[in-house]
């Protein structure tokens, strides 16, 4: 097996968390850092979390995704409209988690470039399989586990409405607040969106 930088494989938590990311960053920006965010959050049940356990637990993975982003993309969270947060959540989903990114590129944009734009359980199964030949923390991965982490997976492309409730994948017309912030960042990462060629060098431009 080579080695390869291991995956985190920790996004069992969830969805996008998208109307507690908003709280979280609203505060962050606020405070300049985490832990008066963090003594906000549990003194005020701010996330709305059934059990003080169930509430650090969403708090340390919705910060751990806006630990991600930029002062000017947490402010475009706040500030943006629906489709530009929730572009923002996914992005930042793609950067915490490597292994969500790929997927990203080699199977949900692959497939919208190929026009097969139905997504499904299969598809994840083979790119999950092809990952863990060369990833052993996929590989050592439970059945159950497996099947957990393919319907957060598919949650979160729901939220983000890249993915329709019947797995069609949607094509993204980048907003243009977003375009300029990734003008000014790493354009690459426009390939975690279903995105064709022209449109990526039509938002660049």
């Given at each position: 097996?080579?080695?390869?930088?291991k995956?985190?494989?920790s996004?069992?938590?969830?969805?996008?968390?998208?109307?507690?990311?908003?709280?979280?960053?609203?505060?962050?920006?606020?405070?300049?850092?985490?832990?008066?965010?963090k003594?906000?959050?549990?003194?005020?049940?701010?996330?709305?979390?059934?059990?003080?356990?169930?509430?650090?637990?969403?708090?340390?993975?919705?910060?751990?995704?806006?630990?991600?982003?930029?002062?000017?993309?947490?402010?475009?969270?706040?500030?943006?409209?629906?489709?530009?947060?929730?572009?923002?959540?996914?992005?930042?989903?793609?950067?915490?988690?490597?292994?969500?990114?790929?997927?990203?590129?080699?199977?949900?944009?692959?497939?919208?470039?190929?026009?097969?734009?139905?997504?499904?359980?299969?598809?994840?199964?083979?790119?999950?399989?092809?990952?863990?030949e060369?990833?052993?923390?996929?590989?050592?991965?439970?059945?159950?586990?497996?099947?957990?982490?393919?319907?957060?997976?598919?949650?979160?492309?729901?939220?983000?409405?890249?993915?329709?409730?019947?797995?069609?994948?949607?094509?993204?017309?980048?907003?243009?607040?977003?375009?300029?912030?990734?003008?000014?960042?790493?354009?690459?990462?426009?390939?975690?969106?279903?995105?064709?060629?022209?449109?990526?060098?039509?938002?660049?431009s």
């Amino acid at each position: 097996m080579s080695h390869q930088t291991k995956y985190p494989m920790s996004f069992s938590t969830g969805g996008l968390f998208l109307e507690e990311s908003l709280k979280l960053a609203e505060l962050f920006l606020q405070a300049g850092e985490w832990a008066p965010v963090k003594k906000q959050v549990r003194e005020s049940n701010l996330l709305q979390a059934r059990t003080i356990k169930s509430l650090e637990r969403i708090f340390l993975e919705a910060s751990k995704r806006l630990e991600c982003l930029s002062s000017k993309e947490k402010t475009l969270l706040v500030n943006g409209n629906m489709k530009e947060r929730q572009c923002l959540l996914w992005l930042a989903i793609c950067r915490t988690y490597p292994f969500v990114a790929d997927f990203a590129r080699e199977v949900l944009r692959e497939k919208f470039l190929k026009l097969s734009l139905t997504l499904n359980a299969d598809d994840y199964n083979v790119f999950l399989n092809r990952k863990a030949e060369i990833h052993e923390e996929v590989e050592s991965l439970s059945e159950s586990t497996r099947v957990r982490l393919r319907q957060v997976l598919f949650k979160m492309l729901r939220e983000a409405e890249l993915l329709t409730s019947t797995g069609e994948i949607r094509p993204l017309s980048l907003p243009p607040g977003l375009a300029c912030l990734f003008r000014e960042g790493n354009t690459e990462e426009l390939t975690f969106f279903p995105m064709s060629d022209d449109e990526i060098r039509r938002c660049l431009s």
